[in-house]
């Protein structure tokens, strides 16, 4: 356990090789923040000011931002892809789902509306490039690729990562996420990926008040919805699978020919085409429909001001991360009052695995869970949960052994 602990600090080194340094000027700095329409809040100055310092050090930033559901990451990496790209560099930002995607790019193309500084989805012909997997395509080029954005990182595997870093030559890597997966976590204890953290939601203080229900209940508990839809609130109704007696669809014709009857939906699944899922998550966002039933594909990417009501039906099929990011979709409005998250499940050891999430909402916290629940991984290969060997320690519970072997790394750099 130490020879490994000791190796993934050796990793880190290795890592933060030499580059180009990016000269990140004040007065560049500050037209970047005059773009955004809103003022940015203490912790985002801090997480810049600690990117910028990385950026500026000629070696190569690994950086894990972890940022609460809401908390602003977005527009953190909107200023440090500005930075980059005013000293010549190429931005790529790649999302897991087009949802997410499409909404980055709109949200990029608004924030950049007066400038000469171009955004582009899935192709390389801009200064900031904003994609799927698709950008993991092997015949996809950049220009001079110098940063890195992975957002919701995840939904990416390993392997999918390093192709995507290996199309620049030393490129600075900024992971974003509201919940790391165990092998992201570890490493972050590790410390072979340095973190950064933003705690609070932006413009929000609304309260997400989380419960867990046995799967009997589902009807009951959308009954005592009508009161808000009638006065034209909206809900989010997430199914993991799409087919089966308890999949999407079935639950879908089951609620919206009985209880929600009287009210218009949109639907959102895998197995319908990109500009479908748009379609449908455009029509929700318009109010065009109350009430949107979708698998985990709308777990990032929706941020619709409105949601105060979300129902996950078979949750146990999911993890405590996913369900904590599917919850991130409620209450995003700066006028947002008290949200509610409804989860149902069939078994009571479920029950007491998703209760954690009753009582905690904090992203980092919840990501521990599992990390503790599912093992960190193969830390130094691709697997990126399980117990990786490890019989007897815990990444949490021996931070103490974990800032030995830290302290025993430094010293061994200075020499």
């Known amino acids: 356990m130490l020879y490994v602990l000791y190796s993934l600090h050796l990793?880190?080194?290795?890592?933060?090789?030499?580059?180009?340094?990016?000269?990140?000027?004040?007065?560049?700095?500050?037209?970047?923040?005059?773009?955004?329409?809103?003022?940015?809040?203490?912790?985002?100055?801090?997480?810049i000011a600690e990117l910028r310092d990385d950026l500026q050090s000629g070696k190569c930033m690994q950086r894990l931002l972890h940022g609460e559901v809401g908390s602003g990451k977005t527009a953190v990496a909107f200023v440090i892809a500005l930075m980059v790209v005013a000293a010549g560099?190429?931005?790529?930002?790649?999302?897991?789902?087009?949802?997410?995607?499409?909404?980055?790019?709109?949200?990029?193309?608004?924030?950049?509306?007066?400038?000469?500084?171009?955004?582009?989805?899935?192709?390389?012909?801009?200064?900031?490039?904003?994609?799927?997997?698709?950008?993991?395509?092997?015949?996809?080029?950049?220009?001079?690729?110098?940063?890195?954005?992975?957002?919701?990182?995840?939904?990416?595997?390993?392997?999918?990562?390093?192709?995507?870093?290996?199309?620049?030559?030393g490129p600075h890597v900024l992971t974003m996420?509201?919940?790391?997966?165990?092998?992201?976590?570890?490493?972050?204890?590790?410390?072979?990926?340095?973190?950064?953290?933003?705690?609070k939601r932006a413009g929000s203080n609304a309260k997400i008040v989380t419960k867990v229900f046995n799967d009997t209940q589902v009807e009951e508990q959308c009954e005592k919805l009508l009161?808000?839809?009638?006065?034209?609130?909206?809900?989010?109704?997430?199914?993991p699978r799409i087919d089966g007696e308890d999949g999407l669809l079935s639950w879908h014709e089951y609620l919206m020919g009985g209880v929600f009857k009287q009210f218009r939906s949109s639907l959102a699944h895998g197995r319908l085409d990109s500009l479908q899922v748009q379609t449908a998550v455009d029509d929700f966002r318009n109010k065009r429909t109350q009430i949107l039933f979708g698998t985990t594909i709308v777990e990032v990417g929706i941020d619709i001001p409105n949601v105060q009501h979300l129902l996950v039906l078979d949750a146990q099929r999911l993890?405590?991360?996913?369900?904590?990011?599917?919850?991130?979709?409620?209450?995003?409005?700066?006028?947002?009052?008290?949200a509610y998250c409804q989860l149902f499940t069939d078994n009571d050891e479920s029950q007491q695995r998703l209760a954690v999430l009753e009582t905690c909402d904090n992203g980092f916290e919840v990501a521990a869970a599992d990390l503790k629940h599912r093992g960190p991984g193969a830390m130094l290969g691709t697997q990126q949960s399980g117990h990786g060997g490890?019989?007897?320690?815990?990444?949490?519970?021996?931070?103490?052994?974990?800032?030995?072997?830290?302290?025993?790394?430094?010293?061994?750099a200075e020499e």
């Open 11 to 47: 990793q880190r080194h290795q890592f933060q090789r030499e580059t180009a340094a990016i000269e990140c000027r004040e007065d560049v700095l500050q037209r970047v923040y005059d773009l955004l329409p809103f003022d940015l809040n203490d912790e985002q100055l801090q997480v």
């Open 89 to 169: 560099g190429q931005v790529a930002i790649l999302a897991p789902t087009e949802i997410l995607a499409h909404q980055h790019y709109l949200t990029f193309s608004k924030w950049l509306a007066n400038t000469n500084t171009t955004v582009a989805h899935n192709q390389t012909n801009a200064h900031v490039v904003i994609g799927t997997h698709a950008l993991l395509n092997e015949k996809v080029k950049f220009d001079n690729l110098r940063l890195v954005v992975f957002d919701e990182q995840q939904r990416f595997g390993v392997k999918q990562k390093a192709s995507l870093v290996a199309k620049g030559v």
């Open 177 to 199: 996420t509201a919940t790391p997966i165990p092998r992201t976590l570890a490493w972050s204890y590790y410390g072979a990926l340095r973190p950064c953290v933003l705690e």
């Open 227 to 239: 009161p808000f839809l009638n006065q034209q609130q909206q809900v989010l109704i997430v199914v």
């Open 319 to 338: 993890g405590l991360s996913s369900l904590h990011q599917l919850r991130g979709r409620l209450a995003r409005g700066e006028n947002a009052s008290t």
């Open 390 to 412: 490890f019989q007897s320690f815990d990444p949490v519970v021996d931070s103490d052994l974990v800032q030995l072997i830290a302290e025993i790394d430094g010293n061994q």
